[in-house]
């Protein structure tokens, strides 16, 4: 194990989140100092300094031979990196005093760069949180969804295409150009695109300019944080909530659907799009789910219009894992929390910004599924799983099946700690796949319309180790505590 380049990185990546805070602070002084922009600052000036620290004391020096950046260091550095970003993005809520206990604030900054979405702020808490607070929020899911990682890799000349594969939960790990620089640069691009036209179009839809750049940061990151206490029901309409929708589906689409475009132009995506099983799938959930639950919830709602809009808007957030809530739907019908409760385990595209085990794993996983039971009828006979038109090796189905193992004992295991912290067992199952799914809110007294606030510290501590272990899809966090990973 090479340290020194892996400590180089995890300070670029700490350097980076300093200046995202010293950025905010500026923004939050020029509002008044009421908006908390001083504890930016001071918060942004500790990250910087300890980041460049790390980073200028353990980069290549003049002469001496470049370090090398294999597959192990790459996940060392993002294994190790996402912690400590989360710690140092817990310090603005505690300089501040806005959310004065550590685990807390801890808990807050994960749900941040994570793009989980959830809190311990109560809605009350949320309307009255300092301008400054609540651009920091956003901004810790904007930086998490387009992927730190990826964010240095288009920048810094290290790392490669070892670090663009290791951060694969925010983009696609298959570098679709020669270049991981060159990839990563094209999905920035796309990222940038798709949030200037999430705010042009939650301004034009009515909001006001800092809640559609707030929301649109959230909304294109797929986080669910939102500067009002109601979420997306303080808009209570199709103006606002429309373009909310086609957003969110947007960008639980691969990003690399968007970098085609960007390289082809906009034929070759939707042709791309229409060919792809995944897509087809993902769009067929939406409309089958939200019809289904507008149906069934049509009582709940002053008219199926509205049923309907609600519907949509709930599919469409917790399949995307944003976590947006038009509505507190805790007291919908069984099966319609059924049905979410699925959205929330699935997730949405591959390469998207969106969490949950992805649809794409869901198709391999029930293709597997089928062609055992074919082996199983006819024992000679020769089975091969294909996915647009194209054979799916081994190897990828075996990785797939290690993954959905993975996810699915960690959510056992997560849900039986937070029954011992107090939750009951629906609650905490809800809680354990919000996490992983970087979903946001979960089932009855933690639901859309509550928060975790009075859940235990060391309930808080595991949801965000699940929040991280969902984000980075296990194996850069998990492989960093064996012990022989570090040894030379």
Request: net charge neutral; aromatic share 10%.
């Amino acid at each position: 194990m090479n340290r020194r380049p892996v400590a180089a990185f995890v300070g670029a990546m700490l350097a980076l989140v300093g200046l995202a805070e010293l950025s905010a602070g500026a923004v939050a002084l020029s509002w008044g100092p009421d908006s908390c922009g001083d504890s930016l600052l001071i918060g942004g000036s500790i990250s910087a300094l300890f980041g460049l620290f790390l980073w200028l004391s353990n980069k290549k020096k003049g002469d001496e031979p470049a370090s090398e950046f294999h597959r192990r260091e790459a996940l060392a550095a993002v294994g190790l990196g996402w912690p400590v970003i989360v710690v140092f993005g817990a310090l603005p809520y505690l300089i501040a005093g806005a959310i004065p206990d550590l685990a807390d604030a801890v808990f807050e900054s994960s749900s941040g760069f994570t793009t989980t979405g959830a809190t311990i702020l109560s809605g009350e808490r949320i309307d009255s949180l300092p301008q400054g607070l609540a651009l920091w929020r956003a901004l810790t899911q904007w930086i998490g969804g387009a992927g730190i990682v990826v964010v240095l890799v288009s920048i810094l000349p290290m790392g490669g295409r070892n670090f663009f594969q290791s951060e694969v939960a925010g983009f696609d790990s298959d570098v679709r150009s020669p270049l991981a620089r060159e990839s990563a640069r094209e999905t920035l691009w796309a990222y940038l695109g798709l949030t200037l036209l999430g705010v042009g179009a939650l301004w034009l839809a009515g909001m006001t300019p800092l809640d559609a750049v707030l929301h649109s940061f959230t909304t294109i990151a797929t986080g669910g944080f939102s500067n009002h206490g109601a979420s997306l029901g303080h808009y209570d309409s199709w103006a606002v909530q429309g373009p909310v929708i086609a957003m969110m589906i947007l960008a639980g689409t691969s990003f690399s659907f968007f970098a085609l475009c960007i390289r082809r132009g906009p034929g070759s995506m939707f042709t791309a799009l229409f060919k792809s099983t995944e897509w087809r799938l993902y769009i067929a959930i939406i409309l089958l789910f939200s019809a289904t639950i507008a149906w069934i919830d049509r009582g709940a709602h002053p008219d199926l219009g509205t049923s309907l809009r609600h519907a949509l808007f709930q599919v469409a957030s917790l399949g995307t894992s944003t976590g947006f809530s038009s509505t507190d739907w805790n007291g919908w019908h069984e099966v319609s929390r059924a049905l979410l409760l699925f959205l929330i385990m699935t997730g949405a595209c591959v390469g998207s910004t969106s969490g949950g085990i992805k649809l794409a794993r869901v198709a391999i996983l029930a293709k597997a599924a089928s062609s055992a039971l074919r082996r199983a009828a006819s024992p000679r006979r020769v089975t091969i799983i294909r996915m647009d038109g194209a054979s799916v090796p081994d190897s990828i189905v075996s990785s797939v099946v290690d993954f959905a193992l993975l996810w699915i004992s960690s959510l056992i295991l997560g849900a039986l700690f937070l029954t011992a912290c107090g939750m009951t067992m629906i609650e905490a199952l809800a809680a354990a796949g919000t996490c992983l799914g970087n979903i946001g809110p979960g089932l009855d007294r933690f639901g859309p319309a509550s928060s975790f606030a009075d859940l235990h510290s060391a309930g808080k501590a595991c949801m965000s180790v699940l929040m991280l272990l969902g984000r980075l899809e296990f194996y850069a966090l998990l492989i960093a505590l064996l012990p022989r990973f570090w040894k030379d």
